[in-house]
């Protein structure tokens, strides 16, 4: 599976995003997809997902009610809104694939950088 990641760029304190993640070329059932992130310096965390089976959504409390996780598995596509951002928010933010049966996620997108000015 290719997963392909969009959307980010620069914006200022306060501003909105919406990253885009479409994956191609699946041979496999997904269970869910998910984004991390990664600040300089910092390790990869894990944002928000959304399961394919009763499209449950996710998010962790850090971006609770600023984030908002959706998707179609239809058309193998996640989204992550990011609105109120914070200079905290800056980082590669990387869409995941995880296929049923698997316990962690195997299938990762390019990143795409989200700077988040002050």
């Known amino acids: 599976v290719q997963l392909q990641a969009s959307g980010g760029g620069l914006v200022q304190a306060g501003g909105s995003l919406r990253l885009s993640c479409a994956a191609s070329g699946r041979t496999f059932s997904s269970y869910s997809m998910a984004w991390f992130r990664q600040a300089p310096g910092k390790e990869r965390e894990f944002v928000a997902q959304?399961?394919?089976?009763?499209?449950?959504?996710y998010v962790v409390d850090s971006v609770k009610g600023r984030f908002t996780i959706s998707g179609d598995n239809a058309k193998n596509t996640v989204y992550l809104q990011m609105n109120s951002l914070k200079p905290e928010d800056t980082a590669v933010y990387y869409c995941?694939?995880?296929?049923?049966?698997?316990?962690?996620?195997?299938?990762w997108g390019q990143g795409t950088l989200v700077t988040v000015s002050s």
């Open positions: 959304v399961t394919w089976r009763g499209n449950v959504a």
């Open positions: 995941a694939d995880r296929k049923i049966g698997a316990v962690k996620y195997d299938y």
